[in-house]
């Protein structure tokens, strides 16, 4: 069974500009959630799909976005990056989140410069 | 809010030591309680998981035990080995549909 994907793996910005990450849950998985780690905050929730709609969100501000699509594939968007979205940006998909094993992906390494 | 404190790293041991990583939780109600393992440009791994007050989880040789009565649930390990050298991260997660709340995470270096 394959497991989460991420892409892309490693992304350079500089600020202002704008990105998209990929991810695609394990098959069968319609659960999606997106954290955020930094070094100084650790991991931080930033929201969950579930059945293409936003079940929970964390405390960032609306630059992040999120979106999920029929097949449970998700992406997240971030718009007018700053220095601090610098960050390892990981996905888990669960079964349907309702406290099932969420199963991580490799994460998409942003760096904004 | 939920939280979760774990001990400073980095922790530095050498083979075949005696690990324990501290775990304590602020939670309303009875969370679930995790460990994650995050090898060196992975994501995290579930490494054990109890749900419920003196459940104790087990993994790879790994332990931790739900006190409810201290609210911590501290990782230890018997020895270690130089492939445990990762970081480890305590998490909680209040209800059925709950995001995960995580402690800052526990870098381990285990040295032959």
């Known amino acids: 069974k394959a497991g989460v994907t991420q892409t892309p793996r490693y992304l350079i910005k500089t600020r202002g500009q704008q990105v998209t990450l990929s991810c695609s849950p394990i098959?069968?998985?319609?659960?999606v959630s997106w954290y955020q780690q930094t070094p100084g905050q650790g991991l931080q929730f930033l929201f969950e799909?579930?059945?293409?709609?936003?079940?929970n969100k964390g405390n960032f501000p609306g630059r992040f976005s999120g979106r999920q699509f029929s097949n449970s594939r998700s992406e997240m968007n971030v718009s007018t990056l700053e220095l601090g979205d610098s960050a390892l940006y990981l996905c888990?998909?669960?079964?349907?989140?309702?406290?099932?094993?969420?199963?991580f992906g490799p994460g998409t390494r942003l760096t904004v410069l | 809010g939920d939280s979760v404190t774990q001990m400073e790293g980095p922790v530095t041991l050498s083979e075949e030591a005696f690990l324990t990583i501290n775990c304590t939780y602020t939670?309303?109600?009875?969370?679930?309680l995790f460990w994650y393992v995050q090898y060196p440009g992975e994501g995290l791994q579930l490494l054990l998981k109890?749900?419920?007050?003196?459940d104790k989880g087990s993994n790879k040789g790994f332990e931790a035990t739900y006190r409810k009565e201290t609210t911590s649930f501290h990782l230890e390990k018997g020895s270690v080995q130089v492939s445990d050298s990762a970081v480890y991260f305590c998490?909680?997660?209040?209800?059925?549909?709950?995001?995960?709340?995580f402690g800052k995470g526990t870098r381990l270096s285990v040295i032959a």
């Open positions: 799909y579930f059945s293409e709609t936003q079940r």
């Open positions: 888990a998909s669960s079964l349907d989140g309702r406290g099932n094993e969420q199963f």
């Open positions: 098959s069968g998985h319609r659960s």
């Open positions: 998490a909680l997660q209040n209800s059925g549909n709950t995001p995960l709340v």
């Open positions: 939670a309303t109600g009875y969370p679930s």
């Open positions: 109890a749900t419920k007050a003196d």
